[in-house]
Protein backbone atom coordinates (compact mmCIF):
# COMPACT_ATOMS: atom_id res chain seq x y z
CA UNK A 1 0.00 0.00 0.00
CA UNK A 2 2.57 2.29 1.00
CA UNK A 3 4.55 1.67 -2.57
CA UNK A 4 1.38 2.12 -4.31
CA UNK A 5 1.18 5.61 -2.67
CA UNK A 6 4.51 6.65 -2.80
CA UNK A 7 4.54 5.63 -6.86
CA UNK A 8 1.53 7.56 -7.53
CA UNK A 9 3.25 10.51 -5.76
CA UNK A 10 6.33 10.14 -7.71
CA UNK A 11 4.50 9.79 -11.00
CA UNK A 12 1.94 12.71 -10.54
CA UNK A 13 1.90 16.24 -11.80
CA UNK A 14 2.33 19.72 -10.63
CA UNK A 15 -1.38 19.54 -10.85
CA UNK A 16 -2.10 16.53 -8.43
CA UNK A 17 0.09 17.70 -5.80
CA UNK A 18 -1.83 21.39 -5.80
CA UNK A 19 -5.46 19.39 -6.24
CA UNK A 20 -4.28 17.12 -2.74
CA UNK A 21 -2.22 19.77 -1.28
CA UNK A 22 -5.72 22.00 -1.35
CA UNK A 23 -7.72 18.92 -0.69
CA UNK A 24 -6.27 18.25 2.66
CA UNK A 25 -5.91 21.78 3.38
CA UNK A 26 -9.71 21.24 3.18
CA UNK A 27 -9.85 17.97 5.49
CA UNK A 28 -7.87 19.92 8.38
CA UNK A 29 -10.42 22.87 8.02
CA UNK A 30 -13.00 20.69 8.00
CA UNK A 31 -12.04 18.84 10.93
CA UNK A 32 -10.88 21.74 12.94
CA UNK A 33 -14.27 23.99 12.33
CA UNK A 34 -16.09 20.47 13.56
CA UNK A 35 -14.59 20.01 16.42
CA UNK A 36 -14.63 23.68 17.75
CA UNK A 37 -17.83 24.18 16.57
CA UNK A 38 -19.06 20.95 18.07
CA UNK A 39 -17.73 21.70 21.59
CA UNK A 40 -18.53 24.96 21.79
CA UNK A 41 -22.07 23.99 20.78
CA UNK A 42 -22.46 21.05 23.41
CA UNK A 43 -21.46 23.60 26.26
CA UNK A 44 -23.56 26.03 25.07
CA UNK A 45 -26.48 23.33 25.11
CA UNK A 46 -25.52 21.66 28.64
CA UNK A 47 -25.73 25.43 29.72
CA UNK A 48 -28.65 26.44 28.49
CA UNK A 49 -30.53 23.30 29.23
CA UNK A 50 -29.29 23.92 32.65
CA UNK A 51 -30.49 27.33 32.75
CA UNK A 52 -34.00 26.34 31.09
CA UNK A 53 -34.35 23.98 34.30
CA UNK A 54 -33.59 26.80 36.36
CA UNK A 55 -35.75 28.74 35.15
CA UNK A 56 -39.09 26.43 34.69
CA UNK A 57 -38.61 25.93 38.68
CA UNK A 58 -38.06 29.64 39.24
CA UNK A 59 -39.19 32.63 38.48
CA UNK A 60 -35.14 33.59 37.66
CA UNK A 61 -32.58 33.20 34.51
CA UNK A 62 -29.53 31.65 35.56
CA UNK A 63 -26.72 33.79 35.29
CA UNK A 64 -25.49 31.02 33.25
CA UNK A 65 -27.81 31.63 30.56
CA UNK A 66 -26.24 33.61 27.14
CA UNK A 67 -29.58 34.96 27.17
CA UNK A 68 -29.39 36.19 30.82
CA UNK A 69 -25.74 37.49 29.82
CA UNK A 70 -27.29 39.39 26.51
CA UNK A 71 -30.59 40.82 28.05
CA UNK A 72 -29.01 42.18 31.17
CA UNK A 73 -32.36 41.11 32.97
CA UNK A 74 -34.84 43.33 30.66
CA UNK A 75 -37.36 41.04 29.81
CA UNK A 76 -38.81 43.17 26.95
CA UNK A 77 -40.03 41.09 24.05
CA UNK A 78 -38.15 42.94 21.29
CA UNK A 79 -34.51 42.89 23.37
CA UNK A 80 -35.14 39.09 23.96
CA UNK A 81 -35.62 38.71 20.28
CA UNK A 82 -32.57 40.32 19.61
CA UNK A 83 -31.09 38.41 22.27
CA UNK A 84 -31.90 35.05 20.35
CA UNK A 85 -30.63 36.33 17.00
CA UNK A 86 -27.28 37.18 18.18
CA UNK A 87 -26.65 34.00 20.24
CA UNK A 88 -27.54 31.51 16.94
CA UNK A 89 -25.25 33.81 14.92
CA UNK A 90 -22.32 33.40 17.37
CA UNK A 91 -23.27 29.61 17.63
CA UNK A 92 -23.04 29.30 13.94
CA UNK A 93 -20.02 31.06 13.14
CA UNK A 94 -18.05 28.80 10.38
CA UNK A 95 -20.86 26.57 9.83
CA UNK A 96 -21.34 27.74 6.30
CA UNK A 97 -17.55 27.05 5.80
CA UNK A 98 -18.45 23.13 6.18
CA UNK A 99 -21.36 23.71 2.95
CA UNK A 100 -18.22 25.29 0.83
CA UNK A 101 -16.21 22.64 1.63
CA UNK A 102 -18.50 19.77 1.06
CA UNK A 103 -19.43 21.87 -2.27
CA UNK A 104 -16.25 22.64 -4.03
CA UNK A 105 -14.21 19.64 -2.69
CA UNK A 106 -15.57 17.66 -5.26
CA UNK A 107 -14.76 19.94 -8.16
CA UNK A 108 -11.44 20.39 -6.67
CA UNK A 109 -11.10 16.92 -7.17
CA UNK A 110 -12.60 16.28 -10.53
CA UNK A 111 -9.92 19.39 -11.76
CA UNK A 112 -7.11 17.07 -10.95
CA UNK A 113 -8.65 13.97 -12.53
CA UNK A 114 -9.05 15.93 -15.51
CA UNK A 115 -6.03 17.46 -15.69
CA UNK A 116 -4.24 14.40 -14.90
CA UNK A 117 -6.68 12.40 -17.71
CA UNK A 118 -5.54 15.30 -20.12
CA UNK A 119 -1.64 14.88 -19.28
CA UNK A 120 -2.10 11.07 -19.62
CA UNK A 121 -3.76 11.30 -23.28
CA UNK A 122 -0.52 13.82 -24.15
CA UNK A 123 2.22 11.12 -23.36
CA UNK A 124 0.31 8.98 -25.50
CA UNK A 125 -0.45 11.65 -27.95
CA UNK A 126 3.26 10.62 -30.45
CA UNK A 127 2.45 6.82 -30.23
CA UNK A 128 0.30 5.00 -32.97
CA UNK A 129 -0.86 2.34 -30.73
CA UNK A 130 -1.68 2.28 -27.29
CA UNK A 131 -3.13 -0.41 -25.45
CA UNK A 132 -5.56 -0.34 -22.71
CA UNK A 133 -3.55 -2.37 -20.33
CA UNK A 134 -0.88 1.37 -20.73
CA UNK A 135 -4.09 3.91 -20.70
CA UNK A 136 -5.72 2.15 -17.67
CA UNK A 137 -2.97 2.73 -15.08
CA UNK A 138 -2.58 6.50 -15.88
CA UNK A 139 -6.44 6.53 -15.86
CA UNK A 140 -6.84 5.05 -12.27
CA UNK A 141 -4.06 7.44 -11.14
CA UNK A 142 -5.91 10.52 -12.47
CA UNK A 143 -9.04 9.29 -10.62
CA UNK A 144 -7.27 9.39 -7.28
CA UNK A 145 -7.84 13.22 -7.06
CA UNK A 146 -11.79 13.00 -7.65
CA UNK A 147 -12.03 9.93 -5.05
CA UNK A 148 -9.83 12.55 -2.67
CA UNK A 149 -12.11 15.58 -3.31
CA UNK A 150 -15.74 13.01 -2.89
CA UNK A 151 -13.69 11.95 0.72
CA UNK A 152 -13.20 15.32 1.88
CA UNK A 153 -16.57 16.07 1.28
CA UNK A 154 -18.46 13.25 2.30
CA UNK A 155 -16.65 14.43 6.19
CA UNK A 156 -17.69 17.95 5.81
CA UNK A 157 -21.42 17.37 4.06
CA UNK A 158 -21.63 14.81 7.64
CA UNK A 159 -20.65 17.57 9.99
CA UNK A 160 -22.39 20.28 8.58
CA UNK A 161 -25.40 18.30 9.26
CA UNK A 162 -24.60 17.60 12.81
CA UNK A 163 -23.47 21.34 13.41
CA UNK A 164 -26.57 22.36 12.30
CA UNK A 165 -28.67 20.14 14.25
CA UNK A 166 -27.12 21.41 17.47
CA UNK A 167 -27.85 25.16 16.84
CA UNK A 168 -31.52 23.93 16.27
CA UNK A 169 -31.70 22.53 19.71
CA UNK A 170 -29.77 25.52 20.71
CA UNK A 171 -32.15 27.50 19.11
CA UNK A 172 -34.61 25.72 20.82
CA UNK A 173 -33.86 26.14 24.21
CA UNK A 174 -33.16 29.52 23.93
CA UNK A 175 -36.70 30.40 22.13
CA UNK A 176 -38.15 28.56 25.27
CA UNK A 177 -36.30 30.86 27.51
CA UNK A 178 -37.45 33.65 26.14
CA UNK A 179 -41.36 32.90 25.69
CA UNK A 180 -40.93 31.62 29.64
CA UNK A 181 -39.81 35.05 30.27
CA UNK A 182 -42.86 36.68 28.23
CA UNK A 183 -45.14 35.17 29.61
CA UNK A 184 -43.75 35.75 33.19
CA UNK A 185 -43.53 39.33 32.34
Same mark, same amino acid.
Given at each position: ????????? !??? *?????????? =???????? /??? /???? /???? %??????? &???? &???????????????? %??????? *?????? !?????? #????????????? @?????? /??? =??????????SFAKFANESKVAFSVIAPAISEALVATAA??? +?????????? @? =???? +?????? =? #????????? !???
Amino acid at each position: MTNTILNYL !ANS *SAITYIVLAA =LSVYLILT /FWI /FIYR /FLNL %KSLINSE &EKAL &ESLTRSAELSPLSSLN %KCSNNIN *SKEILH !ACEINI #IKEASEGISWMAI @ISSTAP /FIG =LFGTVVGILESFAKFANESKVAFSVIAPAISEALVATAAGIF +VAIFAYTFHQ @I =LVRK +VYELNT =L #IKAQSEILI !AKG
